[in-house]
Every structure is written in C-alpha cells, then in structure tokens.
C-alpha cells in the first residue's frame, strides 16, 4: 500500500470548476491505475472516475462530458478536473489505487478492487 493524499477541494457556485489532486510517493503509481470516488453523508461511495495505468480514461454517466481524469506520472500524480459543477456534486472526493497492476478497464469499479485510499478533499457546490 501507499499513502495518496489529494488536495484541491474547496467551495464553489454551480457552474464553476475545481481540479483536484491525488499525489503518491515516488513510482507509487507505476503501473497501477487510480480511481475517484466520492461521498455524501448517509450515502455509500460511488465511483466518479478512473485512469488506467496506460492512461485510458473511464467516467461514471453522472459526470461524463464535465470531470476529466488525467496523470502525470513524473509528478506521480493524478488529477481530476471538474467543470460545469453542480450542487449534486458536493461530496467528499477519494483517490484511491488499484490493488492489482495493468487492469485495462473500470467499469464501476468496486471499492475492494481498490488497496491505497486518500484521506479525502471536500468539494461543496453552492446553487
């Protein structure tokens, strides 16, 4: 396992964008693909998105055309921009990466798929 930590979250009206971040150690991410999730009080983690360790983006529906995932693999880090917010959007938002190396596709990942978890950054959406 490695320690993710994101950043970037914050408070924002509706329509407006926020790009976060997920940083791993030093080649914490080689070879592994990494996944955003959120959640909301009261509610389980849903998927948001994810990039495989090729660089091949997957997105939930709900987010499909506005949230773009990206990685930087020198930086060791990945990113998720996040435009066209809306209130529905407001949730605390994970990275996380795989357990296993060269997965090719996330189709609604399962949290189990995943072994190295972020503390979370809170994103809140104002109407």
């Known amino acids: 396992q490695v320690q993710l930590v994101e950043s970037g979250g914050g408070l924002v009206p509706a329509g407006g964008s926020l790009r976060l971040s997920c940083l791993a150690p030093a080649r914490g991410l080689n070879n592994y693909g990494v996944a955003w999730f959120r959640q909301t009080p009261g509610k389980e983690r849903e998927f948001v998105a994810a990039?495989?360790?090729?660089?091949?983006?997957f997105y939930a529906d709900s987010v499909k055309g506005r949230f773009t995932v990206s990685r930087d693999n020198a930086k060791n880090t990945v990113y998720l921009q996040m435009n066209s917010l809306k209130p529905e959007d407001t949730a605390v938002y994970y990275c996380?990466?795989?357990?296993?190396?060269?997965?090719?596709?996330?189709?609604?990942?399962?949290?189990?798929?995943?072994?190295?978890w972020g503390q979370g950054t809170q994103v809140t959406v104002s109407p």
């Open positions: 990039i495989n360790w090729s660089g091949s983006p």
């Open positions: 996380a990466r795989d357990r296993s190396v060269f997965r090719v596709a996330y189709v609604y990942p399962a949290e189990t798929d995943f072994g190295s």
